[in-house]
């Protein structure tokens, strides 16, 4: 299974369309970067405008732990279709090559060859990630420097200590990956119903874009099922730059205020990836392959 993996992983990262994703990002994260550095007084300014006559926050606001957050609320929407891209190809790029039953003759089984498949495809998701931590993170460390890093909440303010907040962006990215992760699980699950990869690729985008519209809207209808869905629990890396405040509202270094939610969601996805990965081994196994 090593090698029919490190084959696998090869012919992804053969394909030209596979480095449009790291392109994409870097010219995203580039651009973001570019208009904090310009324009970074005024936003500061902005985001400042209402709590100015009630707090003041000494320091840089915009510095590089603020600016990669910053990246990650823009960037992570829009990740998913770059990872579509990849997974929702595995199985149906090799139908529409006319390859697949010609690579189902070799003595492997079919439970190693979908297992090998989509650890490639997982393994891209996280080079994915790992490109995003470095220049979201570490180039805006360089650009921007370190500070205390601020975030505007809903309905109030949280300051973060320079020294307690590294570690979060390490938690944050490892969470982030795990729902990457699950993104490729579905399109990967999707990928053996079609000949063409557009298909799996459209589908997939189609569920999460339905998905997270039944996970933000706030009606009663959708209360029930809202814990269910997958998207739901994607952006609950925000949950890492959330802190405990003691009685007299002073911050507790070392602490996020709903560790609960973290590992809740992290089941979650968990239980997702299983299920997709699941499901499509056991509908591969048992599938006349034609092409």
Request: hydrophobic share 55%; with cysteine.
């Amino acid at each position: 299974m090593w090698k029919l993996f490190q084959i696998e992983l090869y012919k992804i990262f053969r394909r030209p369309r596979t480095y449009i994703a790291f392109a994409a990002i870097t010219a995203l994260i580039v651009i973001v970067q570019l208009g904090l550095k310009s324009d970074g007084k005024e936003y500061s300014e902005f985001i400042m405008a209402d709590l100015k006559n009630s707090i003041e926050v000494e320091g840089n606001i915009v510095n590089g732990y603020f600016v990669c957050y910053v990246i990650l609320q823009l960037l992570l929407i829009h990740v998913p279709l770059l990872i579509a891209l990849i997974a929702g190809d595995m199985i149906s790029g090799e139908a529409n090559a006319g390859t697949l039953r010609l690579l189902l003759t070799k003595p492997v089984s079919r439970t190693k060859f979908m297992l090998a498949k989509f650890s490639a495809s997982a393994v891209y998701t996280v080079l994915l990630l790992i490109w995003i931590a470095i220049l979201a993170l570490f180039a805006s460390i360089l650009i921007f420097g370190t500070d205390d890093m601020f975030i505007m909440k809903t309905q109030y303010a949280v300051q973060i200590e320079n020294s307690d907040v590294f570690w979060r962006y390490c938690g944050a990215f490892c969470f982030a990956a795990l729902a990457m992760i699950t993104v490729a699980a579905l399109g990967f699950f999707l990928s053996q119903f079609a000949e063409n990869s557009i298909g799996p690729i459209v589908a997939t985008m189609s569920i999460i874009i339905v998905f997270t519209i039944l996970s933000t809207m706030s009606l009663p209808i959708f209360s029930k099922i809202r814990p269910f869905l997958f998207t739901t629990h994607m952006v609950t890396w925000k949950e890492f730059f959330d802190i405990k405040v003691n009685d007299a509202n002073e911050a507790i270094k070392g602490t996020v205020q709903h560790p609960e939610r973290l590992i809740r969601s992290a089941l979650v996805l968990v239980a997702h990836i299983v299920i997709f990965i699941s499901v499509s081994v056991a509908l591969f196994r048992k599938k006349d392959i034609l092409s």
